[in-house]
């Protein structure tokens, strides 16, 4: 399973876009990248998820270049609410379905 | 609404005391996972059902046990707790279809405490 590299921590303040790149020079072919977002005390909640180029749902934008080695979540106009821990996945979903290697992830702190 | 459900939130027991957490789902998926997650880390993965079929992950210890008696439950059995089995384990599920990426759905977890 590839592994992933984040920044361990970014800062924003309410009303910003925050983009959070994650690197996975070792995606395989069949590699899917997923975001995951957790909050304290709760398990870790499906953000977004793609495969290539852009994808985009009511809560988050998923950006992946041509070549799949890195890729960018955006969060448009973030609250004090989007504060939590953001996880970078890639996994080969080719069999049915996904074992998850979670890495390190990144601590979001929005400030008023 | 559709969920997956922990029960209890909160587990305390004592050392060496075997404990069983519990999972149920509602969401019909054919694979569930148990995963521990210590304070300040990632959810690390102990193993897996797919279906009625186990797997287990290289270095979960042999005190983590697991059973799935139908498609809606599964248990985590930790035969001896140690006090560095203290953690939040969490429970998910995903649906499994061919030649795609499912999401996996996560309960909120059981936080075990170790007296």
């Known amino acids: 399973l590839a592994k992933t590299t984040q920044p361990i921590s970014m800062d924003s303040y309410e009303g910003q876009e925050v983009n959070i790149t994650c690197s996975h020079n070792?995606?395989?072919?069949?590699?899917?990248i997923t975001w995951y977002q957790q909050f304290p005390s709760q398990g870790p909640r499906f953000i977004i998820q793609g495969y290539k180029t852009k994808v985009t749902n009511e809560v988050a934008s998923l950006f992946i270049p041509a070549d799949r080695k890195s890729s960018t979540l955006s969060l448009p106009r973030v609250s004090l609410s989007d504060t939590a821990v953001y996880y970078c996945?890639?996994?080969?979903?080719?069999?049915?379905?996904?074992?998850?290697?979670f890495g390190a992830g990144t601590r979001l702190a929005v400030h008023p | 609404d559709a969920m997956v459900i922990q029960n209890p939130r909160y587990q305390v027991t004592q050392f060496g005391k075997p404990v069983t957490l519990s999972c149920s789902q509602t969401?019909?998926?054919?694979?569930m996972y148990w995963y521990q997650q210590k304070s300040s880390q990632a959810p690390k993965l102990l193993f897996h059902y797919y279906d009625k079929d186990f797997n287990n992950e290289a270095d979960t210890p042999d005190n983590f046990q697991s059973r799935r008696p139908n498609t809606s439950f599964c248990f985590l059995d930790i035969r001896s707790p140690g006090l560095g089995d203290a953690a939040m384990y969490l429970c998910?599920?995903?649906?499994?279809?061919?030649?795609?990426?499912?999401?996996?759905?996560f309960g909120d977890g059981t936080r075990l405490s170790i007296l």
């Open positions: 998910a599920t995903s649906r499994l279809v061919a030649g795609s990426n499912q999401p996996q759905h």
């Open positions: 996945l890639v996994g080969d979903g080719s069999g049915g379905y996904n074992k998850l290697i």
């Open positions: 969401l019909n998926h054919n694979v």
């Open positions: 070792n995606i395989a072919t069949n590699d899917y």
